[in-house]
């Protein structure tokens, strides 16, 4: 079983569109995360939550918003799409704002 | 002051050799230092982490090597192997209210047959 499974794991758009990402976790951890891995393969922090509370809020474009409906889900939207946007997305969970952290597999989000 | 410095970026080594990849911190706060692992379409996966009471930690095939004094940790491969061919990243936080951490450049490593 996939301990974090993200979906789509592919995302082709197009600029100005509005799309979402979806995360679950099977780990029963309280904290999730999302990340933005470039071109250069460089990972940065965007957000996180605990127990469904916001947590991390980096300097990202509020057109970016993630939604916590219950522990096991981290979602993201994003309005408004921009050619910056395409990346890797990646979630991630653990089991408390202190321990290791489990990634899923990314989003592959391509703008046309 | 947030930054960790990761380098080599790109490493190749032979079958059997030793692979050797540093960082550097600069925030005396951070107190948790992983290292991922990460394949091809595929998301980091946690290889070893270190905590700065210990100056190294051994599993496996895999040790980190820790100086808190110059506020530097490594990642050794013994016996390196073709299936360790992978992009590397080091990776630093602080305990407390997040986990925020915070990622090294990465390093491709190519482990030659």
């Known amino acids: 079983d996939t301990a974090v499974s993200q979906t789509p794991k592919y995302l082709v758009t197009q600029m100005g569109n509005d799309k979402s990402i979806k995360c679950e976790q099977n780990?029963?951890?309280?904290?999730m995360y999302w990340y933005k891995q470039d071109s250069k393969k460089f990972l940065k922090i965007m957000f996180s939550y605990n127990n469904k509370e916001l947590i991390i809020n980096e300097t990202v474009p509020n057109r970016f918003s993630p939604k916590s409906p219950d522990k096991a889900h981290l979602n993201l939207h994003i309005n408004s799409l921009e050619l910056g946007d395409s990346a890797v997305y990646f979630c991630a969970s653990s089991q408390d704002k202190n321990q290791p952290q489990h990634f899923g597999d990314g989003t592959r989000l391509s703008i046309l | 002051q947030q930054q960790v410095k990761q380098s080599p970026q790109s490493l190749i080594v032979q079958k059997g050799g030793i692979s050797i990849i540093n960082c550097a911190y600069e925030?005396?706060?951070?107190?948790?230092f992983p290292w991922y692992q990460q394949f091809p379409g595929k998301g980091p996966a946690l290889l070893i982490a270190i905590r700065p009471d210990v100056s190294e930690k051994k599993e496996g095939r895999f040790t980190i090597s820790f100086n808190k004094s110059a506020k530097q940790f490594s990642l050794h491969i013994m016996d390196s192997q073709p299936g360790d061919s992978a992009t590397y990243f080091c990776?630093?936080?602080?305990?407390?209210?997040?986990?925020?951490?915070?990622f090294g450049t990465g390093t491709l490593l190519a482990v030659q047959p």
């Open positions: 925030n005396t706060a951070f107190d948790y």
């Open positions: 780990l029963g951890h309280d904290t």
């Open positions: 990776a630093a936080s602080s305990s407390g209210a997040t986990n925020k951490l915070i």
